[in-house]
């Protein structure tokens, strides 16, 4: 555990994004297995992630990912590289930063098409 | 309580914890790029909007997308259920509560492992719902 020592602010967050996209991915899973009930059911389920508010949850958990990869990476740095515990504050404020550095283009995509931006790639078929 | 300080940070003893331990950061690693990858194809090149029925049929046509989307389903839901047994740990006092709620995580990642891989496998795509399709809400 990483309580106390390698800061707390990280562990907690880690934790709470953790379990935040572990229940999107429980849903997921079963929002998927509606392909085998067919087109239109698929479909319908889908469309609601094309809704305003399941667009903005959705930009939520994509931040939630982000923070929990670069945080993870700097959990796995601090175990494998000696003296790495050294620099763990900065390496928090680092995965911060990337965090939103991350989040800021994807934002656009995700909830651009609610004002109307971005709707370029919503003809792509692939 | 063990503490990570870069020289010993792995739960000592060999066991089940060890394998834990390292199972969360080799699933991590691989996790990154799966995730960034699925996030990049069904966000960003592709609006979610669009990511119908057609397009799946289409991509599943190829068995190596089955294949990503297996791993990607099984890594996550080891990784996450993993965490969620640990955070269990943390907080639930009691040997025979721990026990009950681990057991029913167990079962309920067996289940949805279960039905994403029968989903995987399963799918045939239904003629005539081929071809780029947005979905309009």
């Known amino acids: 555990m990483y309580k106390g020592q390698s800061g707390m602010l990280a562990w907690l967050f880690h934790r709470i994004t953790g379990l935040g996209v572990l229940l999107f991915l429980l849903i997921h899973i079963v929002d998927i297995s509606l392909l085998g009930f067919g087109p239109n059911i698929y479909n319908q389920g889908i469309a609601l992630f094309g809704t305003p508010i399941v667009r903005i949850i959705s930009l939520a958990l994509i931040g939630a990912v ?9 959990i796995m740095l601090i175990d494998f590289v000696p003296q790495a515990v050294r620099y763990q504050r900065s390496m928090f404020w680092a995965a911060m930063t990337l965090t939103i550095v991350c989040f800021i283009p994807i934002a656009f995509f995700v909830i651009g098409p609610i004002f109307g931006l971005n709707t370029g790639n919503t003809a792509s078929g692939m | 309580m063990r503490f990570s300080t870069g020289y010993g940070p792995r739960p000592a003893g060999g066991g089940f914890e060890t394998f834990s331990w390292y199972f969360m950061r080799i699933t991590a690693i691989g996790l990154i790029f799966l995730v960034i990858i699925h996030l990049f194809i069904n966000h960003v090149t592709t609006d979610v909007a669009c990511t119908s029925y057609q397009l799946v049929a289409g991509r599943y046509a190829n068995p190596y997308w089955r294949v990503y989307d297996w791993l990607l ?3 996550a839901l080891l990784h996450g259920m993993n965490g969620l047994r640990v955070v269990v740990d943390d907080y639930v006092q009691t040997g025979a509560w721990r026990i009950r709620i681990q057991s029913l995580l167990a079962l309920i990642a067996l289940a949805l492992f279960m039905v994403g891989t029968i989903t995987l496998i399963t ?11 947005c979905l309009h809400p």
Do not use: C, D, K, S
Request: overall charge positive; proline content about 9%; cysteine-free.
């Open chain 2, 73 to 75: 389903l099984t890594l």
């Open chain 1, 66 to 74: 982000f923070y929990h990869a670069f945080n993870g990476i700097r």
């Open chain 2, 123 to 133: 799918f045939q795509p239904v003629a005539g719902f081929l071809g780029p399709h």
